[in-house]
């Protein structure tokens, strides 16, 4: 039977342009039982749902997460703005009671002093031009300008606020972001033998990191940096040879 989960699964792996499109209609010969109907696709990035198509609207592999999930993952570096995503800002103005925050998208972001957790009138939170911010979109659309909030829905800071004293902070592709961010990261799990270090990914491309050296904060940034297109076993082969200290 043909269902859109089969037409999504024959382009696994292949390279898709923006402009393809897949229909959720029914065969005109009215078999499947109205299967198609109830299937669900979540989209990802790169993909858009209309009605009863979804959109490719990124050039890149289509990839899956069972049971449902795909996306496009290309080499993109500008980033666009999207609602719940976490990203790390560089504050470049206080204008009132509104911080402009660099996110490296089309244009600043705004973010309100009572967007931190304990934050009032009267206990206003010790942001500076200059501070990187980690933060959370709650509006992020075309029309309006974004706004961040270092809160989660409970009022909870969760991670979020001002950081980064010392440390190295770095542009890294989009694809690299994702791969570091997933569950059980081998990229970070096979850094973690080689130095301790403390490490930030935002979203947006931008990683900051921290080890107990500048020499080492250095070392981790660079095989970061390095290890982008790398296959796993040439990764862990460098990673190895660091760790001996061969490099």
């Known amino acids: 039977m043909d269902t859109v989960h089969a037409r999504f699964k024959d382009k696994i792996g292949e390279v898709l342009l923006p402009g393809d499109v897949f229909s959720f209609r029914l065969p005109e010969d009215g078999h499947g039982d109205g299967n198609i109907k109830t299937e669900k696709i979540i989209c990802g990035p790169g993909l858009r749902r209309n009605g009863e198509e979804v959109q490719v609207c990124k050039s890149g ?7 449902n999930l795909y996306w496009i993952d290309s080499q993109q570096r500008r980033y666009v703005p999207a609602k719940g995503e976490s990203v790390i800002g560089i504050v470049t103005a206080k ?18 002093y009572l967007a931190f957790e304990g934050a009032t009138k ?14 959370q979109f709650t509006i992020a659309n075309k029309d309006m300008e974004p706004e961040l909030v270092c809160i989660d829905s409970c009022g909870r800071a969760n991670g979020m606020g001002v950081f980064g ?3 190295l902070l770095f542009k890294v592709s989009l694809g690299l972001v994702r791969r570091l961010l997933a569950p059980q990261s081998e990229i970070v799990k096979d850094l973690e033998k080689i130095f301790p270090f403390e490490l930030v990914v935002g979203m947006n491309g931008r990683v900051w990191v921290k080890a107990k050296t500048v020499q080492q904060t250095l070392i981790v940034a660079n095989l970061l940096e390095t290890c982008e297109n790398m296959t796993s076993q040439q990764r862990q082969t460098l990673f190895r040879r660091v760790a001996e200290g061969s490099l």
């Open 122 to 135: 009267r206990n206003r939170p010790n942001v500076q031009v200059g501070d990187l911010v980690y933060s």
């Open 165 to 167: 004293a010392d440390g």
């Open 95 to 112: 204008s009132g009671d509104i911080f402009k925050v660099d996110v490296g998208g089309s244009e600043q972001a705004s973010l309100s």
């Open 61 to 67: 592999i289509l990839r899956h997460k069972q049971p």
